[in-house]
């Protein structure tokens, strides 16, 4: 039983203490009242969940209390008490959204079966809100796992692309969900519904790759026994996704920004264009600003792509999804294998979430998966992790966690080659000594094997 609060009213007294006894006793709390207008006070100052009224009381009456407590607190519930011959007035203060009547002389086991009824449905409610919200913030798009502040960006920005569907680049590490977030970049828009199809520009040589996105006409190469329609014209009216969008060769970039400006495409072969109206949303894990410097991507093309962008954080800098994560992949491989794995030691927790997750979340997910083969029984623990995570399983020791002088120049010292990617001159004058005096701690420490 929650803490219901109830409210009981009528103007016969020895009703009110019959009733207050039975259900104190109970361990409800509960209050009396012996007619409607101290009812309609205590009612508005204290808030309850059950309020059973009389139906003839001196001043306000029963039907004035169910309307007046159905404005001020809606949730609650009003039960209307009714002697014989009111039943009419029972059915008119259902219809007016009284929960139930409870017939005079009262007996009190209905009554308690009643309170438990409504008790029993507003825990579901209440359950039932808190299981939408915290899917709300979870899911907020059905498969896209995360609720740190990164992830609710990219929400925002798919929300406000939704109608007008520009084209979209996603940068990101290998591994951080950039197909994912193009899916449900494609799913969320109103091309949902007509084909999202995918493209590795990375994965195929230059005249393969043209006549895979064009088409060709048949004759117009060895091979070509027959026309075929290009993957933009299979996307028509949908998304194509051009993954690794800075492989493309210089000749196809030029008719893939034909494609973008005129919306026009000519197959591998053909004399004339035809028209395509398929969205394109790129993406790429290399440093876009370095491929254009170097040329081999065009300035033009990369300006045409990006016309919405969306960085997928890498996993490190969203470690509170991390624990989403887990739950997810674990859920997943539930369903995928035979094997159930229901919880995950402390120490294979701390180890994951300590980890850095070069390769992110796809790292992440095959550290799962491999802890699925090799684990038994229904946890997952440390030893099911890979070596490079298990090492992680002791949270790393911060400056001022020891008062030892050595562990906390370890400690200094290892920061300061982290932050300086290992140069020494740097990182001896971030730690304000001089490099001989680095070198000479670093190897008093014996630190050379770690930092070399
Ligand atoms: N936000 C996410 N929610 C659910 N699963 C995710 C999410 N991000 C990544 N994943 C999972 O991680 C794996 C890698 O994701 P994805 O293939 O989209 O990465 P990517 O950025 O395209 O990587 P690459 O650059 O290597 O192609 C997939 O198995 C995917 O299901
Ligand atoms: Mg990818």
Redesign the pocket.
Known sequence: MDDLKILFVDDEREILSIVKEYLSLRGYDVMVADNGNEALEAIKEKGFDIVFTDLNMPGCSGMELLAATKEHLPETEVVIVTGHGTIESAIEALRLGSYDYLQKPIKLERLKILIDRISEKNSLKRENILIKRRLKERYQFDELVGVSPKMQEIYEIIDRISINTPTVLIQGESGTG??VVAKVIHQNSGRKGMPFIPVNCGAMVEGLLESELFGHVKGSFTGAIKDKIGLFKAAEGGTIFL?EIAELTPNLQVKLLRVLQEKKIRAVGDTSEYNVEARVIA?TNRNLEEAIKSGALRRDLFYRLNVVSVRMPPLRERKEDVPLFINYFLNKFNVLTKRKVSSISQEAMNALLNYNWPGNVRQLENAIERAFVLGVGESIELTDLPSEVREFAEAPRRMGATLNLKENEIILIKESLDKTGGNKAKAADLLGINLTTLYRKIKKYGMLPICD
């Open positions: 950039k197909e993954d993406a």
